[in-house]
């Protein structure tokens, strides 16, 4: 996942992120600017998902309305959220996932 090309997206403010993609998951790779405290995210349209996994911490965030909140211990904190890909009828299928190698967030202009 490290290795996939990076989108532009801002999530919110008081955070620096990244936004990848992989099989049908949309991860967001998060920190903040400096400092503790809680964190408000809003996906980008097309990422409809309904929970956002923290990686490696054994616990979910549920999404509402395209947005979600996430609290950072301290200065140097992060996280990584993997949020499945939906489309209105439930979530992309595997063959769904990339079309011709091509992503699924194509629409968003690749990080510099």
Known sequence: MLNTPSYAWSFGSGLRTSLKDLNGYAY???????????????LPQGVDGRSAEVVGEQ????ITDGR???????????HIYRIMIWRNSGP????????????????FPPRD
């Open 28 to 42: 967001v790779l998060a920190m903040t600017d400096g400092g503790s405290r809680r964190r408000a995210f809003a």
């Open 59 to 62: 616990r979910s965030i549920p």
């Open 68 to 78: 979600f909140e996430d609290t950072f211990a301290g200065e140097f904190s992060h």
């Open 92 to 107: 992309l299928l595997p063959w769904e996932h990339r079309s011709r190698g091509r992503s699924v967030l194509q629409g």
